[in-house]
């Protein structure tokens, strides 16, 4: 079903119709409509109108880079993110989505005594956190608001829960290419996270730091932190190329 997805459209990133699945594969519509739903779920394929026509998901070009023969986008990307954590002083993490959720890959600890808790192999819904909120900077409004349409879990009383303060911060970060969160998984965090995209521009993983709120951002110039997020997420996002 995926190659027959893939496959289909007149070029690559075209939408493909149950219908289209079905003929190719010659599955039943009903099952195809079935386990595409449930591959929309996973974000392995992305349903792009109310018509049920889909495309191949971040979530697939995930697994794919991370599968690179020349070693795993966490592998490659780790000196960039070390380096990163070093100019600013507080933690850094690659992040993945995983369905509904961010799952955390790898995460560089911040120089000094004072650490924040390593969330490596975590998963967190994703408008609770700068790296989810990231990713949702290349969704399509539909996309959005299907991701909300179960409802926001509230983790604070900072957490966005509502469909208009998630657009008003998708919007943020369609503006300013990173999310930041402060306070919204745990009132003691702050974040901040920029996409890393393939050379198709979809968004594949997340580059993210975060520290105490008490110190960061603190008094830091937060165009730079921003500019420094963006810079190492365009320099991993050229791993895939």
Known sequence: MLRALAGQGDSVGDSVGVSEVARTTGLAKSTCSRILASLDDLGIVERVDEAGRYVIGSGLRALAASGAPVGTLRDLAEPYLRE???????SVALAVMDGGEGLYVTQVAAPGPV????WTGQRFPLHTIAAGQAFMGSWSDERVAGYAADGLAEYTEHTVTTLV???QRVGEVRRRGVAWTIGEFSEE???VAAPVCDPDGEAVASVS???PGWRFP??????EIERLVGETAERVGGLLA
Do not use: P
């Open 218 to 223: 603190g008094d830091a110039d937060t165009t």
């Open 165 to 167: 303060g998630l657009r």
């Open 209 to 211: 730091v975060y520290g």
């Open 84 to 90: 990163l954590a070093g100019r600013l002083g507080e």
């Open 189 to 191: 965090i702050s974040g």
């Open 115 to 118: 650490q924040v808790t390593d």
